[in-house]
């Protein structure tokens, strides 16, 4: 079974900093995309940034100069530092990856169980 969990959320003052943790486990046989979303109370859930097997990075505008994402593919981990956060970075931050699972023979779409990034003002 697989599955992926984050770790790393909590409450933190406007200008702060967190960072975000995702593992994938269970019988894995590749991993292309690995990425986070977030989504805010009344708001549809958004992608924050991506990051593909080879490197390639996309994300919202509205975090550049402020968030950075990291991969390292040998344990299966993406990590999402943000810095200077503001109020309106509070959501549910989602971890998401496209897997191939071992006894699979298509990718698909995983989701972790969400983690609560609350930024005060």
């Known amino acids: 079974q697989v599955q992926l969990v984050e770790s790393g959320g909590g409450l933190v003052q406007a200008g702060g900093s967190l960072r975000l943790s995702c593992v994938a486990s269970?019988?894995?046989?590749?991993?292309?995309?690995m990425g986070w979303y977030r989504q805010a109370p009344g708001k549809q859930r958004e992608l924050v940034f991506g990051?593909?097997?080879?490197?390639?990075?996309n994300y919202v505008d509205s975090v550049k100069g402020r968030f950075t994402i990291s991969r390292d593919n040998a344990k299966r981990m993406v990590y999402l530092q943000m810095n200077s956060l503001k109020p309106e970075d509070t959501a549910v931050y989602y971890c998401?990856?496209?897997?191939?699972?071992?006894?699979?023979?298509?990718?698909?779409?995983?989701w972790g169980q969400g983690t609560q990034v609350t930024v005060s003002s």
């Open positions: 269970g019988s894995i046989s590749s991993i292309n995309f």
């Open positions: 998401n990856a496209n897997i191939l699972p071992k006894y699979g023979s298509a990718y698909r779409a995983y």
């Open positions: 990051i593909t097997s080879g490197g390639t990075t």
